[in-house]
């Protein structure tokens, strides 16, 4: 097997030349199912003090009208930001899920490092999401061809 080749793509595309146009929830559930993996990664490796930085990780669906494409994204609730943004007493404001994600300066000139979270989620499960997504989107193609008779 190639490096870069996807265990069960050949399937996935034959299935969609079946169909002839993929259908959107086809494409939907395929790009849940990815998501979903990266989502529970990333509030499972998040940090810990009072838990308001695992509870604020959510998993949005983009809106976007193009057919065919559907795009989740795992991001902070903006409902929780006057939890997150803090404003030190020089007036200067700091935002605490980036702080824990990308690190930070310390008074006296050292950077403390981030744990990388988000970015973690996707790039430490990108084989296991590409194949999630591609037997889910066999499985919901076969679904539809089975429903068109």
């Given amino acids: 097997m190639a490096r870069n080749e996807i265990v069960g793509m050949k399937e996935l595309e034959k299935a969609f030349k ?3 146009k993929v259908p959107q929830t086809v494409a939907t559930k395929a790009a849940r199912s990815g998501a979903k993996i990266a989502f529970k990664d990333a509030k499972s490796n998040a940090p810990v003090d009072q ?5 604020g990780i959510i998993m949005k669906p983009e809106r976007r009208v193009k057919v065919g494409k559907k795009v989740y ?3 902070m609730d903006p409902a929780k930001n006057d939890i997150f943004v803090k ?3 020089a007036g200067k404001r700091s935002y605490y899920p ?3 994600e990308y690190g930070f300066m310390t008074v006296d000139g050292g950077y403390i490092p981030g744990y990388r979270f988000l970015r973690k989620s996707l790039t430490e499960n990108t084989r296991i999401i590409t194949q999630t997504m591609v037997n889910e989107g066999i499985k919901a193609a076969e679904k539809a061809l089975e429903a068109r008779g």
């Fill in 18 to 20: 079946r169909l002839g």
């Fill in 98 to 100: 980036a702080s824990q």
């Fill in 51 to 55: 838990g308001d930085l695992k509870s």
């Fill in 87 to 89: 404003i030190s007493k």
């Fill in 73 to 75: 994204d795992i991001m």
